[in-house]
Nanobody, 124 residues
Framework: QVQLVESGGGLVQAGGSLRLSCVASGRTFRTYAMGWFRQAPGKEREFVALVAWSSGSTYYADSLKGRFTISRDNLKNTIYLQMSSLKTEDTAVYYC?????????????????WGQGTQVTVSS
């Protein structure tokens, strides 16, 4: 069993920053990619950012480039999402996900493991 546990969400004013963390634990699994997705009320879950595990390459949703930064700590089996210049439209539940097999990395349906999500609320 693989567990992903997110933390770091909360309430922040527009223009502020937050850092989310996601720790992977449980059985050893081959990681092809780990990433962050988010889901706002009434909307579909959408891609935020990911890191390809073998290369360390990072990818971002176009609309978030420059404001969000994904990073990882291999030794701690942890990924982070540093979010800055937050906007009210960034309000959502943020989910950490992991994918084992190679292939598409940008669709939520391609991921094998999910965390429970952490709420991020940005107030105006």
């Amino acid at each position: 069993q693989v567990q992903l546990v997110e933390s770091g969400g909360g309430l922040v004013q527009a223009g502020g920053s937050l850092r989310l963390s996601c720790v992977a634990s449980g059985r050893t699994f081959r990681t092809y990619a780990m990433g962050w997705f988010r889901q706002a009320p009434g909307k579909e879950r959408e891609f935020v950012a990911l890191v390809a595990w073998s290369s360390g390459s990072t990818y971002y949703a176009d609309s978030l480039k420059g404001r969000f930064t994904i990073s990882r700590d291999n030794l701690k089996n942890t990924i982070y999402l540093q979010m800055s210049s937050l906007k009210t439209e960034d309000t959502a539940v943020y989910y950490c996900a992991a994918r084992e097999a190679s292939g598409s990395m940008f669709s939520p349906s391609e991921y094998d493991y999910w965390g429970q999500g952490t709420q991020v609320t940005v107030s105006s």
